[in-house]
């Protein structure tokens, strides 16, 4: 009986929950109090003893209790509701009673607010807030993945998901998504695999860190770091603005009123003072998961090129720490600049606090979407400017042995004039200075030749070398240059696109697209929710890597062999339950179709046989009626 078992599942979840719940800082409330012990009788009834009573109001205290509580999350009360619950919801997939006994506790309950779970207006359900509340939570903290086992069938496995999963932050997962190449089935299925394990690392050093100081950990994790960037990039904005309104240039230097240097004066001191803070922070919250995070990258770095390190030398140590954990990182950078910036402003020149707004490139992806476009073929590009720069010295030879008296003096600063090819450096740098900011190259710097007839050579001379170094340098070179960034810019936009795409509508996990599914009558966004989100399989393999060996099932073992052999064979590539049970059931309704329509044929015959039979014996009997006559 589907309603025993849910009442038993009830009694059972309250008895697991009361005996861990206790009255500490973190759960003050009336749930702390232990429950009497759950009987049953005989006859399969439960006790009507007085309990306690959950409400909905106690939910964000049950999800806090199962990721910090390990007496809770552990406990074997609680196993068994998950597998009561997971037989359940494996009734509810054959079953329509089952399954509207399910789905009718899970809509009654808004649950998009996790700190406010409120019951649906309108709803007639007969439930109380605990059993629904229940209902709720096992469903949280329980997920299932798909799997194909040896004999090449798909299965669904439903598992309990760790408290640690809870602690992998948002920010983590979306630069897993933004960096992966979601286009290529095998490459992505693989880096997921591989990253488990750098996944785990961050959710075991937050789970074992945040209970003890939540505010710290949940300030200065990584999902709100980008907040606090673009808090100290909005003071240092405000800084440059008084600096745009105010500074004036008097007697020969720069000078800005009292009252507005003492405000950015303190704006900077506050700054300098919020940067340092944050500094310190980073290194309380974050040095460590970073500085393990580095390392393990570093030694995978060095063992793609055939090199194993039992040790770190002390080049590597300066690799780690210097370059990568401090330099590279893009956490700590902001802070680090915007520190020198206002330190260099206070003490050198102003000039600094501009200097400290390109900062926010660290913050803005976009930003960091426009700057990749230049440095993303910097080989390409490196090559082009090389080339176009001894293409300036050729020319600059050729104008400074043949024609250096051509050029037109400038006017200097002191008033006099000068010639602008006295040596050959001084040519070489003429030329690339006024050649690529002129519209007409050199042309626009050279004097105007003479067409007379004596001087018409020397004319032509001039001609061929004005009209051949625009070409080259202003049309072909600098067009060159514009291209390849143009180019790679919208190379990174189109593969943005596809990423777009395919995270819209391409699963994961499977590779199947959006149009299959409608195709099928089945739901995209159910499918890739219940049975192959992306993040239960990481906290699948992540489940499997915690266990201990001995404890692992008959399917736990096969899919840790698979994994040990870096095999992702056991991954359904292409294939979905959903869509092959569809595929099953339209094969057998084709089938029952065409069953009944052989019967009608078949009836058909048999009304026809019988027609003529019938004719004949009407024959029979008027020639018989006609020869009596």
Not at 248 to 260: H, I, L, P, R, S
Not at 424 to 439: A, D, K, P, V
Request: charged share 25%.
């Amino acid at each position: 009986d589907l309603v025993v078992l849910n009442r038993v599942l009830i009694k059972t979840f309250k008895k697991a929950y009361f005996r861990v719940a206790k009255d500490t800082k973190n759960f003050i409330s009336a749930l702390t109090q232990r429950a009497t012990t759950v009987v049953m009788s005989q006859k399969g009834s439960i006790g009507n003893e007085h309990e306690k009573h959950l409400q909905f109001s106690d939910y964000e205290k049950l999800i806090e209790t199962y990721k910090n509580n390990p007496d809770f999350s552990t406990s074997k009360l609680l196993g068994i509701c998950f597998k009561m619950y997971t037989f359940m919801r494996m009734l509810a997939v054959k079953h329509p009673k089952a399954n509207w006994f399910l789905t009718e506790r899970e809509e009654v309950v808004d649950d998009s607010n996790e700190h406010k779970i409120i019951r649906k207006a309108g709803s007639k359900l007969e439930c109380s807030e605990e059993e629904l509340i229940i209902h709720l939570f096992l469903k949280k903290i329980s997920a299932s993945i798909e799997f194909v086992d040896n004999e090449g069938r798909i299965q669904r496995i439903n598992f309990l998901k760790s408290p640690e999963c809870y602690f992998l932050s948002q920010a983590t997962k979306d630069k897993f998504l933004e960096n992966v190449d979601v286009a290529n089935a095998d490459t992505k299925l693989t880096l997921l695999v591989s990253e488990v394990k750098v996944f785990g690392i961050e959710m075991e050093y937050y789970k074992n860190n945040a209970y003890r100081s939540q505010w710290l950990y949940r300030t200065f994790g990584i999902g709100n770091l980008q907040t606090i960037e673009w808090i100290a990039f909005a003071v240092m904005l405000l800084i440059n603005i008084i600096n745009f309104l105010t500074v004036k240039f008097e007697d020969g230097k720069t000078n800005v009123k009292d009252d507005w240097a003492m405000i950015r004066i303190v704006l900077a001191i506050i700054h300098l003072l919020f940067d340092l803070f944050c500094i310190v922070m980073w290194f309380v919250a974050r040095y460590d998961i970073q500085r393990r995070l580095t390392i393990r990258k570093y030694k995978e770095e060095q063992k793609l090129r055939g090199q194993k390190l039992e040790h770190l030398s002390m080049s590597d140590r300066l690799q780690i720490y210097g370059f990568k954990l401090f330099l590279g990182n893009s956490e700590l950078r902001p802070f680090v600049i915007h520190a020198l910036c206002i330190i260099l402003s206070l003490s050198i020149s102003t000039i600094f606090y501009s200097i400290a707004l390109l900062a926010v490139i660290n913050a803005s992806p976009q930003m960091q979407y426009v700057i990749s476009s230049v440095t993303r073929n910097f080989k390409q590009l490196l090559i082009t400017v090389i080339l176009a720069l001894i293409v300036f010295y050729n020319y600059s030879n050729l104008l400074f042995f043949y024609f250096s008296n051509e050029f037109s003096p400038v006017t200097v600063r002191t008033g006099g004039t000068e010639k602008v090819c006295e040596t050959l450096s001084h040519c070489f740098f003429t030329l690339i200075n006024y050649g690529l900011r002129s519209s007409g190259g050199i042309g626009d710097i050279m004097k105007f030749q003479s067409f007379s007839e004596s001087a018409r050579a020397g004319y032509y001379k001039v001609m061929i070398i004005q009209i051949s170094f625009f070409l080259l340098i202003n049309v072909i070179f600098l067009n060159m240059i514009f291209g390849i960034i143009v180019d790679t810019f919208e190379d990174l936009r189109k593969r943005s696109k596809e990423k777009e795409n395919a995270r819209e509508n391409v699963c994961f996990i499977c590779s199947l697209e959006r149009w299959q599914f409608k195709k099928n009558g089945k739901s995209f966004e159910r499918h890739i929710e219940m049975f192959h989100d992306t993040w239960n399989y990481v906290y699948y393999i992540y489940h499997l890597w915690k266990k201990s060996r001995r404890e692992l099932n008959g399917q736990e073992i096969y899919i840790y062999s698979k994994l040990e052999m870096n095999d992702l064979s056991w991954l359904p590539l292409r294939r979905s339950m959903e869509l092959e049970t569809a595929v099953i059931d339209s094969n057998e309704e084709g089938e029952s179709i065409n069953t009944i329509m052989d019967s009608l044929q078949q009836f058909k015959r048999m009304i026809g046989d019988l027609k003529f039979r019938l004719g004949s014996r009407a024959e029979t009997l008027n020639r018989i009626i006609k020869g009596s006559s």
